[in-house]
């Protein structure tokens, strides 16, 4: 099994990502953050079919989006395009980009971070990420709380996860079934797709886990300072039942 990056691309094909991702809430807590904060510049690590980026341009930030997978990234430039935005979309990896700028807010949202299979992988990001802060400027990481007892009760079967139709006219059924590494604390995700009610493909998702004490620490020893770790985006405390760690943090 690999530790390097890997996700099927249909996983991420854009209009099946975009159809499957219609309820999230995290739109308003990036829009309140930014303007609460003041924040002038920011950049999206990961920023996929541009999902936030292009609703974030709209509600007046100057947001940057880098991602590594050229069809996620060619949607968000269409998307772009299509309403005449100027937005600087860019083909990179979190773990090595270089923009000759500084942002006020660097952001990694939903979930990407479990695409970083190691701890170098992880690290190389942080520190990329803080030579593209300002001074005072924030951190903000979205992912899971890994739920033990969830992963034992699903590992090994098949669960459907969704039932949707996408924007083109295809009507999709995904069936989950995970096999969860207690070495590599990678838990590897087999999606098979029925589309309009034939089995299309197996996809496979290596999502690898930060139990919630884990990336605190990781954070403390890479020169970022939390300052409020949320468990969901309406602003909760963190807690055991949280089906979220949101982590803000700034440069020590
Ligand atoms: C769960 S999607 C999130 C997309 C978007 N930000 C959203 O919220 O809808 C994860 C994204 O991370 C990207 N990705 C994974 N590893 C990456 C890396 N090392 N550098 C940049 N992008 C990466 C994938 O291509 C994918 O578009």
Known sequence: ????????DYIYD??????????????EFYKKFFHSHKIKKVLELCCGTGRLTIPLHEAGINIHGIDLCQSMLDEAIKKARDKKYQIKLINEDMRTFTINDTFDAIFIPFNSIHHL???E???KTLKNIGKHLTKNGYLIIDYFNPSIRYIVENENKSVK???YETSDGRKVVINQTMKYEDDTQINRIKWQYVINNKEHSNEFLDMRIFYPQELDSYLETNEFKIINKFGNYNLCKFGADSPKQLIICQKK
């Open 121 to 123: 992988d992880l690290f």
């Open 117 to 119: 299979y190691l701890n």
């Open 1 to 8: 099994m690999t530790n390097e990056y890997h996700v099927s």
């Open 161 to 163: 996860i969704a039932d």
């Open 14 to 27: 854009a209009q099946i990502y975009d159809g499957f991702n219609t309820q999230l809430d995290d739109l």
